[in-house]
């Protein structure tokens, strides 16, 4: 080769080095992260390193305005002087990068922001309320679904979501159970680290950073109210609540958000024993701890900070990290720290958190990758999204009911009669969290049925308005064109903005005008089918003692209407399970399967002299309406042959249970087999079901498959009050089934 091109080569090699050496070293990508975080902290001024962990929100409001709002100028003349360390809610390519030049030219040290945003169950491409996903119990599915909604809000210039919540519920009035996974700890847990998967793969610029939330236990608000008094033991915390928050930890989310409420007395924000003890120090969390919506100053209404200085210390020396919304650290951290009030090596150790993630993101070696409107166009919307969103959705509805076969409607119907108000109004698709999800580009349930059966002829009345008052004049319509239809799709439910933050309702029952419609349809005698959109379980019973057929839809998304003919017409086999438990009557709430047994416990059914001094209800049935894991298909399953292949099994060992599952049907199906344990006799009572393993299995119609579960001994455990992790030897039960209740049983013993 010609010697000048080993002079070009050496030539470049010597400049690379000589750059190297004249920059700062927290610009040299050859050096570790931790190494670049040093440096950078040591240049820093306390000024700027309390700026670091203040976040503004710069779009949309999602929580309460402050009364010191800067504006959008003075917010940004706060960034200049090195004030805001990350903004929330500002959007699209271009807005972010025009944003993030800012930051990275015209401050000091150049450091770039970062973009959070509430992506929680999809960016523009809207998938199934995560609750709904939950119901598909496929792991898979959620983690592909949280992956195109990083893929589509990373292109628009977004860098961290604020999901998943994995808050456990069992209260379906709270309108924040549609974020969760539903009441079992140990399956919120597979979904918590599936979704953080998703959302952050490997960090690259097509990934998110994920925020699990809200830290802790804020899915136990008293009577069901948004913001309220969160009361529980220990026992109970350890158990039920923390377990989901964990998993997602240990999948290695970057980020915990601090929950509005209290514990033992305490708000979470600056609740030491939360964020400390358990998560930065048990749990060894590396990532950053950010508060929710103004949670920081809110501890000064609470009762707990006397001031804001105060709140300030409580928040930062609980372990917190940063500040949202409530300018708390804005105003005082700087002084607090300069006072020598407050350790600098404690607002290090925060803000070297942050920066450390803003490394990983690989922003300072290339603040504008997330900002490219080429990108944005061609990922937002893309039809392969769309398509994953219509399987996403057809996979979470529950086809709670269905009589006489009346489901599936078959392809050869010619006309079809569809009623109620959700049924068309693409305003009620989409819920509060709806991303950057627009009505517009929603399908409703009417427009799904004209796009599955386009030869067949489709009417449409409406019956009741958007108050959910019954329009009387539309009963007389209903039975006209009734009679020329093969069947009539009855769409109820909750309109689409009553599911989110900010959106309890004490009454979880169907609307009366919902009611009296279906009341006027049924009066048809044609075959009817309801399809109920809510965000949250509702109460059914009235409804199920009425209609023959029932798919609970919940809120689809953008595919929503497709999803819904596709299960209606047969083209999808419905195997969706439920993950909470549908409550008989609201005075059953919290109602949920994996309680502990009473020491007068009272079997539904059993009305003996025996039966009278027992827990239980004199007017309604302790018994939810439906079961947790309760689902049906086209198809029919039939258990039989439960084994467990010892009757004893060491510490050490694997407790192995199989059973046989046959599809008594004419057609495949999936199947979700459930695997629950129960501890007999334990230094803590336990409760009367865990779920612990489950199999989602595609059989042929008319075929027996053997599945097999294998569970190590250890996992057979539980905490104590300290945390602790127990397990004890004794008697054990373990069911099989397809729900929490059609169980076999059998039994084995832990050595």
Known sequence: MPKSFFATILFLLLTHALKAQNMHPYKNPDLSIQQRVDDLLARMTIEEKAGQLNQLNGGVLTGPQAATDPGQTGKLDLLRTGQVGSFLNVTGAEETGRVQKIAVEETRLGIPLLFGYDVIHGYKTIFPIPLAEACSWDLAAAEKAAAIAAKEASAAGIHWTFAPMMDLSREPRWGRVMEGSGEDPWLSGQFSAARVRGFQGKLDDQHVLATVKHFAA???????????????????????????????????AAAVMNSFNIFDGIPASGNRFLVTDILKTRWS?????????????????????????????KALMAGSDMDMESRVFQQKLASLVRSGQLPEARLNDAVGRVLYWKFKLGLFDDPYRYHNPTREKAALLADQHQQAAREAAANSMVLLKNEGAILPLGKNLKSILVVGNL?????????????????RHTVTILAGLKNKYPEATIEFVRGYDKTNTFIAGDATVIRQKARNADVVVAVIGLHGELAGEARALADINPAKGQLELLNVVKSTGKPLAVVVQAGRPMVLTDVVKNVPAILYAWIGGTQHGNAVADILSGDVNPSAKTVMSFPYAVGQIPVYYNHYNTGRPHRDGNEGPNDFWVSRYRDIPNAPLFPFGYGMSYSSFAY????????????????RVSVSITNTSERDGIEIAQLYIRDVA??????????KAFERRLIPAGATQRVAFELPAQQLGFFDENGNWLLEPGAFRVFVGPNSRDVQEAGFVLK
């Open 218 to 252: 804020y899915g136990a608000p008293e009577g069901g109210r948004e913001y309220n008094t969160v009361d529980m033991s220990r026992y109970a915390l350890w158990n039920y609540y923390l377990p989901p928050y964990e998993a997602a930890v240990r999948a290695g």
């Open 423 to 439: 049924a068309e109004s693409q305003d009620e698709v989409l819920d509060f969290w709806k991303g950057q999800g627009e009505h």
């Open 682 to 691: 334990a230094s803590r009572v336990r409760p009367v079901k865990e779920l």
């Open 640 to 655: 039989s042959d439960l084994a467990v292949a010892k009757n004893s099994i060491n510490q050490n060992d694997t407790l």
């Open 285 to 313: 969390f590396q990532g950053f701890v950010v508060s929710d919506w103004a949670s920081f100053g809110e501890m000064i209404t609470h009762g707990y900070a006397a001031d804001t200085a105060n709140a300030v210390e």
